[in-house]
């Protein structure tokens, strides 16, 4: 067994090369944020990482698979923060809660900027391959599953799926992330608002 004070040369070359891709995406990232993501151009990003141009394209064949992978990494944020909820008897406006705190977050992150309706129209593309099976649909089946168990306590009406209730919910709350021109105070004070709205239709009178 090698020690671990002496890395097999090949697990070097792989920590290496993962370093790289991560500075790579780092300064994509900054560079949407920046420029926007229509006008970022990979010239300046693979400069701003320190590598030639072939290099970027060796980790990211397009900008597009830089934004996939922010956006992955942002609904991977969002599951786990729904996801934590999951043993606590948290009720559904306690999740919903959570929600919004999570995409609050992610607008902080990058700072308001167009780059979250970038984001969030890969997202509703990558929505339609989950719907194909092409891939996972991550938040829509977290957000789901707590739907499902708020059903069966009795808070919300049995006469809609609990999927489709999950999926109204995320159009709503990305459709007003998407449609506020900027960020500013009253920000979660129109989340919270929905939040209520949307849960007092679920509620119905068949719960």
């Known amino acids: 067994m ?10 070097q ?38 590598v030639v141009r072939g290099t970027f394209y060796f980790h990211f064949p397009s900008k597009e698979h830089v934004l996939r992978e922010l956006m992955e990494r942002v609904e991977s944020e969002l599951v786990e923060r729904l996801r934590a909820q999951r043993g606590a008897a948290r ?7 959570t929600l919004v705190d999570a995409i609050t977050a992610v607008n902080e992150a990058l700072e308001a900027s167009k780059l ?6 890969m997202y509703v593309r990558a929505r339609d391959e989950a719907a194909s099976g092409e891939r996972d649909r991550g938040v829509l089946d977290e957000l789901s599953h ?12 049995r006469d809609v799926e609990p999927e ?44």
Do not use: C, K, W
């Not at 090698?2 to 697990?11: D, F, I, L, M, R």
């Not at 707590?146 to 009406?157: C, F, I, P, Q």
């Open 116 to 121: 979250v309706n970038d984001v969030l129209a």
């Open 91 to 97: 009720s559904l406006r306690d999740v919903l809660s």
């Open 146 to 157: 707590h739907v499902a168990l708020a059903v069966e306590r009795g808070e919300l009406r």
């Open 164 to 207: 489709r209730m999950a999926a109204l919910v995320l159009t709503s709350v990305f459709g007003l992330n998407v449609s506020r021109p900027s960020q500013d105070g009253s920000a979660r004070a129109d989340f919270d608002l929905l939040v209520e709205l949307l849960l007092d239709g679920m509620r119905g009178t068949s719960a």
């Open 2 to 11: 090698v020690p671990s004070s002496a890395p097999h040369p090949q697990s």
């Open 13 to 50: 070359r792989e920590r290496q090369r993962a370093d790289t891709r991560e500075r790579i995406y780092q300064a994509a990232v900054a560079e949407f944020l920046r420029s926007g993501y229509g006008e970022a151009q990979i010239p300046r990003i693979a400069e701003a990482a320190g």
